[in-house]
């Protein structure tokens, strides 16, 4: 009897130690994204708009703060903060007993370090939005302030991009002063759910769960995150027919016919912060504002929006809805009367041409150009069409002489802060740039708006009040054509459970923690 | 053959300096931005000024040209613009993968392709031989890429029998490099799932990019040994008495060898150098595609630091086919 209430306690016992484990973890297999593009490098100081780079680099990181799904800033790493009334000094209380991939722990000197580093990089897309930052101080081991050398908004709505990485990787692998770039080039030490497995440069980059992660791992949980890189889109799908790949990112249009052939494969619609746009550059016929706007009517946005079919939004503005001081200003209609009337009262009623320059990286690109091209046809007005690539158009929008009369874009922008996407519209500071404001607008008081918006504390009404006027002036000068909002696609695999696109995460966060696949 | 080789080498070094002065200036002249390529499309002046600076792009053009012409010659050949890793240390990483490739193809076609043409020329005029050359037509006719999607849909998608892509699955890490080769790797290593799921995924490209130069290596070797097979000589070994596999393949094979060797050392020259489309559709981390992603995104240290390894792949095989013709035919030997 005695031997069996022995067998019988250490059955018991050992039952106890495994339930819990059993009970709370779920672990449900790898989750494979199947990309055309590799990551330049794991560092987030020097994140670019790849998404895939953004989706690997997200997984692995964090920042002090985050955007919610409807856009708001909520709590990360910090569990709270203080801004002063003018908007100058940020104080920040972090997490207690956050654990980095390397064991270290969180405190207010890793995200010294770490904030220091970035703005001292200052590479990437996210390179300015540290720019405003004077000093970092550590207050004491789980508080951080910030002081601002001018108050920027810009600042506190960039800041959930913004990562945290641990302050003894980086003195660990320092090296002549790059501030360990070298290492965290190809290597990852952050709070993420995910750490680095390995990176395969031209295959794959496959990290797995982060045993001691802060949120724990209850519930079902994917075991490890592989993002295959260089995948055409043919071999995706069929890839993904077969349970290989569990996302698609960057989907087609035709790619949606081929997801409702079949059982294995979903498709999702986001609408991401990023708008198409059409630019006049201020010169010859287009200085004029009447012929400016007679082109403006004559868009065909119905039409563009009939060619991605039905994927796609119409803008009201110059600036993205969903963003903090977008106002609806802009009813896009195409109107040909209009146009020749508006023409007919130019000084050039009897036709021009000029150039246009498109990046033929993507259809609706060609089609926006061509669909224009046969509009102002009509009118008289002959538009030459070149499709060049990205650096050499760069290159030609510098000089006065050889920037194009007028072209379109793709516009990303990692902040939902309508100012920072109009700077880059439109700011004189951006002319003969290439990077920007390829109207050649030069406008004081629209400067002026943009450039006292930022100064506010984040919640003053004022800066939907200075960026709505900011987004009037562009549309009555007719600067700037908001042509549409092409809904993002992405497919995956019937098995995947958990997974929203989130529009806010720049470049691209796919939330791996909170996605599982169904057997 | 020694002064041949030593010949070859020399012209090897001017031809690889002329060619990287040649490139280094016509990717300086470009009407293109490297810096803002690197930087993204979203990036801001003052980002875009920084990279320009780091990469050393703001200095005057001489100065850039001293410094890598230097660098080369230590070696070196400059940074990827985009990945800031050392274009070496990714070709490194590139051309096994696509020497991989490319030797068992290379194998594919010596056999295959010789013992085809030898058939269907011994067997002239035959069922055999008809045979042999509509296959050959239709091998020639077909671009490898279009062969690689066929096969992807027969074998990997409908039969099942091998991987669509990749070098390997998905689940697996590669084997500890040393050469990165990977079957060779693994075999070293002693991983044989590995070794074995390399050879699987190997099937299917090779096959692609093969079968079409192995009907060329088929109609070189054919026509060669028809030629050879009408000569004088082979009949007097035939009045000797000798077996007729010999005087096919000592006698009348051997002088055959000349215009196939030609055309071999042409074609592994065209394998090594990459075979872009195939890379791509199979999802194969080779020079090839190296080279088309550093050309779109203006990378040019990596443009070229992979043309000068393809121009290096072709010296070396029109090389060793000249020291293979003195191998084969005396008389070349001896001029």
């Given at each position: 009897m005695k031997t069996f209430l022995k067998i019988f306690a250490v059955i018991c016992a050992l039952l106890l130690m495994l339930a819990p484990a059993s009970a709370d973890v779920t672990w449900t297999g790898a989750f494979v994204l199947g990309s055309c593009c590799e990551p330049n490098s794991l560092d987030p100081a020097a994140m670019g708009i790849s998404q895939t780079e953004g989706y690997v680099i997200n997984a692995m990181y964090e920042g002090l703060t985050q955007y919610s799904r409807e856009g708001e800033i909520v709590p990360r790493l910090a569990t709270g903060w203080e801004i002063s009334a003018d908007a100058l000094t940020y104080t920040l209380s972090l997490r207690d007993g956050v654990m980095f991939h390397d064991g270290s722990t969180l405190d207010a000197e890793d995200v010294k370090v770490s904030l220091d580093r970035h703005k001292e990089l200052g590479l990437g897309n996210l390179g300015f939005i540290l720019a405003p930052v004077d000093t970092v101080s550590v207050m004491d081991d789980m508080t951080v302030r910030i002081q601002l050398i001018t108050a920027d908004f810009q600042f506190w709505a960039g800041l959930p991009h913004i990562k945290i990485l641990s302050a003894d990787a980086i003195a660990a692998n320092?090296?002549?002063?790059?501030?360990?770039g070298e290492f965290f080039r190809e290597n990852a030490v952050g709070t993420g759910p995910y750490q680095l497995a390995r990176w395969d440069p031209g295959r794959q980059t496959e990290m797995t769960a982060?045993?001691?992660?802060?949120?724990?791992?209850?519930?079902p949980h994917i075991e490890s995150f592989i993002a295959r890189y260089g995948l055409d889109f043919s071999t995706r799908l069929l890839l993904m027919e077969d349970g290989e790949v569990h996302l698609i990112d960057?989907?087609?249009?035709?790619d949606i016919r081929r997801a409702e052939t079949t059982d294995a494969i979903n498709y999702n619609l986001g609408n991401p912060l990023q708008g198409f746009y059409h630019f006049m550059r201020q010169d010859g016929p287009l200085a004029d504002k009447n012929v400016r706007q007679a082109l403006m009517h004559a868009y065909p946005y119905e039409a563009m929006i009939e060619v991605m079919q039905g994927v796609a939004l119409p803008l009201s503005s110059p600036a993205l809805s969903g963003t903090i001081g977008h106002c609806a200003v802009f009813e896009p209609a195409q109107d040909m009367d209009k146009a020749r009337e508006l023409l007919a009262a130019s000084d050039y009623a009897d036709g021009f041409s000029l150039r246009q320059a498109y990046r033929h990286a993507n259809e609706p690109r060609r089609f926006a150009a061509v669909l224009f091209q046969e509009a102002l046809a009509e009118l008289g007005i002959e538009v030459q069409l070149d499709d060049i690539p990205w650096g050499t158009f760069i290159d030609a929008q510098r000089n006065f002489d050889t920037a194009y009369d007028m072209s379109s874009h793709w516009l990303n922008i990692p902040i939902p802060y309508a100012g920072e996407m109009l700077f880059r519209l439109n700011h004189s500071s951006l002319i003969d740039t290439g990077t920007g404001n390829w109207a050649w607008y030069n406008n004081p008081e629209f400067d002026a708006l943009l450039e006292e918006a930022p100064t506010l504390a984040p919640g003053d009404p004022r800066i939907d009040e200075l960026l709505c006027q900011a987004q009037q002036i562009l549309i009555d000068d007719a600067v700037v054509i908001p042509v549409m909002l092409s809904q993002y696609i992405d497919l995956t695999h019937a098995s995947v459970r958990g997974y929203q696109y989130d529009?806010?995460?720049?470049?691209?966060?796919?939330?791996?923690?909170d996605i599982w696949l169904e057997n | 053959m020694g002064k041949l080789l030593l010949e070859r080498l020399l012209t090897l070094v001017l031809k690889l300096f002329g060619m990287a002065v040649i490139l280094f200036v016509v990717t300086q002249i470009l009407p293109a931005d490297p810096a803002a390529v690197a930087a993204g499309t979203d990036a801001r002046p003052e980002q875009i000024e920084k990279i320009r600076k780091d990469l050393g792009l703001d200095r005057p053009f001489h100065e850039r040209f001293v410094t890598y012409i230097t660098g080369l010659l230590r070696g070196d050949l400059g940074k990827s613009l985009l990945t800031r890793r050392a274009v070496a240390d990714d070709l490194k990483l590139r051309f096994p993968a696509t020497l991989e490739l490319a030797i068992l193809s290379g194998f594919v076609i010596v056999i295959c392709g010789v013992s085809l043409g030898i058939i269907s020329a011994v067997h002239a005029g035959k069922p055999a031989d008809y045979l042999i050359r509509a296959a050959v037509v239709v091998g020639m006719g077909i671009p490898p890429f279009v062969l690689a999607l066929f096969l992807q849909l027969i074998?990997?998608?409908?039969?099942?029998?091998?991987?669509?892509?990749?070098?390997?699955?998905?689940?697996m890490a590669p084997p500890?490099?040393?050469?990165?080769l990977y079957t060779i790797d693994s075999l070293l290593a002693g991983q044989w799932d590995i070794f074995w799921s390399c050879l699987r995924h190997l099937a299917l490209p090779v096959a692609a990019l093969s079968l079409g130069r192995l009907a060329v290596g088929a109609r070189f070797t054919r026509s060669g040994m028809l030629e050879t097979l009408g000569q004088p000589f082979v009949r007097t070994a035939r009045a000797k008495g000798l077996r007729e596999n010999r005087v096919i393949l000592r006698h009348a094979f051997r002088n055959a060898l000349i215009p196939v060797v030609t055309m071999l050392g042409i074609q592994i020259g065209f394998l090594l150098s990459g075979a872009v489309l195939v890379e791509v559709v199979f999802t194969w981390p080779g020079l090839g595609r190296y080279a088309v992603d550093s050309v779109l995104s203006f990378d040019f240290y990596a443009v070229i630091g992979a043309a000068l390894v393809i121009a290096v792949i072709f010296v070396l095989s029109n090389t060793v086919v000249d020291l293979l013709y003195a191998q084969l035919d005396p008389r070349i030997k001896h001029k």
């Amino acid at each position: 009897m005695k031997t069996f209430l022995k067998i019988f306690a250490v059955i018991c016992a050992l039952l106890l130690m495994l339930a819990p484990a059993s009970a709370d973890v779920t672990w449900t297999g790898a989750f494979v994204l199947g990309s055309c593009c590799e990551p330049n490098s794991l560092d987030p100081a020097a994140m670019g708009i790849s998404q895939t780079e953004g989706y690997v680099i997200n997984a692995m990181y964090e920042g002090l703060t985050q955007y919610s799904r409807e856009g708001e800033i909520v709590p990360r790493l910090a569990t709270g903060w203080e801004i002063s009334a003018d908007a100058l000094t940020y104080t920040l209380s972090l997490r207690d007993g956050v654990m980095f991939h390397d064991g270290s722990t969180l405190d207010a000197e890793d995200v010294k370090v770490s904030l220091d580093r970035h703005k001292e990089l200052g590479l990437g897309n996210l390179g300015f939005i540290l720019a405003p930052v004077d000093t970092v101080s550590v207050m004491d081991d789980m508080t951080v302030r910030i002081q601002l050398i001018t108050a920027d908004f810009q600042f506190w709505a960039g800041l959930p991009h913004i990562k945290i990485l641990s302050a003894d990787a980086i003195a660990a692998n320092e090296m002549d002063g790059d501030m360990a770039g070298e290492f965290f080039r190809e290597n990852a030490v952050g709070t993420g759910p995910y750490q680095l497995a390995r990176w395969d440069p031209g295959r794959q980059t496959e990290m797995t769960a982060f045993a001691d992660y802060w949120r724990g791992w209850e519930g079902p949980h994917i075991e490890s995150f592989i993002a295959r890189y260089g995948l055409d889109f043919s071999t995706r799908l069929l890839l993904m027919e077969d349970g290989e790949v569990h996302l698609i990112d960057w989907a087609g249009l035709s790619d949606i016919r081929r997801a409702e052939t079949t059982d294995a494969i979903n498709y999702n619609l986001g609408n991401p912060l990023q708008g198409f746009y059409h630019f006049m550059r201020q010169d010859g016929p287009l200085a004029d504002k009447n012929v400016r706007q007679a082109l403006m009517h004559a868009y065909p946005y119905e039409a563009m929006i009939e060619v991605m079919q039905g994927v796609a939004l119409p803008l009201s503005s110059p600036a993205l809805s969903g963003t903090i001081g977008h106002c609806a200003v802009f009813e896009p209609a195409q109107d040909m009367d209009k146009a020749r009337e508006l023409l007919a009262a130019s000084d050039y009623a009897d036709g021009f041409s000029l150039r246009q320059a498109y990046r033929h990286a993507n259809e609706p690109r060609r089609f926006a150009a061509v669909l224009f091209q046969e509009a102002l046809a009509e009118l008289g007005i002959e538009v030459q069409l070149d499709d060049i690539p990205w650096g050499t158009f760069i290159d030609a929008q510098r000089n006065f002489d050889t920037a194009y009369d007028m072209s379109s874009h793709w516009l990303n922008i990692p902040i939902p802060y309508a100012g920072e996407m109009l700077f880059r519209l439109n700011h004189s500071s951006l002319i003969d740039t290439g990077t920007g404001n390829w109207a050649w607008y030069n406008n004081p008081e629209f400067d002026a708006l943009l450039e006292e918006a930022p100064t506010l504390a984040p919640g003053d009404p004022r800066i939907d009040e200075l960026l709505c006027q900011a987004q009037q002036i562009l549309i009555d000068d007719a600067v700037v054509i908001p042509v549409m909002l092409s809904q993002y696609i992405d497919l995956t695999h019937a098995s995947v459970r958990g997974y929203q696109y989130d529009p806010y995460g720049f470049p691209g966060d796919l939330h791996p923690y909170d996605i599982w696949l169904e057997n | 053959m020694g002064k041949l080789l030593l010949e070859r080498l020399l012209t090897l070094v001017l031809k690889l300096f002329g060619m990287a002065v040649i490139l280094f200036v016509v990717t300086q002249i470009l009407p293109a931005d490297p810096a803002a390529v690197a930087a993204g499309t979203d990036a801001r002046p003052e980002q875009i000024e920084k990279i320009r600076k780091d990469l050393g792009l703001d200095r005057p053009f001489h100065e850039r040209f001293v410094t890598y012409i230097t660098g080369l010659l230590r070696g070196d050949l400059g940074k990827s613009l985009l990945t800031r890793r050392a274009v070496a240390d990714d070709l490194k990483l590139r051309f096994p993968a696509t020497l991989e490739l490319a030797i068992l193809s290379g194998f594919v076609i010596v056999i295959c392709g010789v013992s085809l043409g030898i058939i269907s020329a011994v067997h002239a005029g035959k069922p055999a031989d008809y045979l042999i050359r509509a296959a050959v037509v239709v091998g020639m006719g077909i671009p490898p890429f279009v062969l690689a999607l066929f096969l992807q849909l027969i074998f990997a998608k409908w039969l099942d029998l091998f991987p669509l892509e990749g070098r390997l699955h998905t689940l697996m890490a590669p084997p500890p490099f040393r050469t990165g080769l990977y079957t060779i790797d693994s075999l070293l290593a002693g991983q044989w799932d590995i070794f074995w799921s390399c050879l699987r995924h190997l099937a299917l490209p090779v096959a692609a990019l093969s079968l079409g130069r192995l009907a060329v290596g088929a109609r070189f070797t054919r026509s060669g040994m028809l030629e050879t097979l009408g000569q004088p000589f082979v009949r007097t070994a035939r009045a000797k008495g000798l077996r007729e596999n010999r005087v096919i393949l000592r006698h009348a094979f051997r002088n055959a060898l000349i215009p196939v060797v030609t055309m071999l050392g042409i074609q592994i020259g065209f394998l090594l150098s990459g075979a872009v489309l195939v890379e791509v559709v199979f999802t194969w981390p080779g020079l090839g595609r190296y080279a088309v992603d550093s050309v779109l995104s203006f990378d040019f240290y990596a443009v070229i630091g992979a043309a000068l390894v393809i121009a290096v792949i072709f010296v070396l095989s029109n090389t060793v086919v000249d020291l293979l013709y003195a191998q084969l035919d005396p008389r070349i030997k001896h001029k």
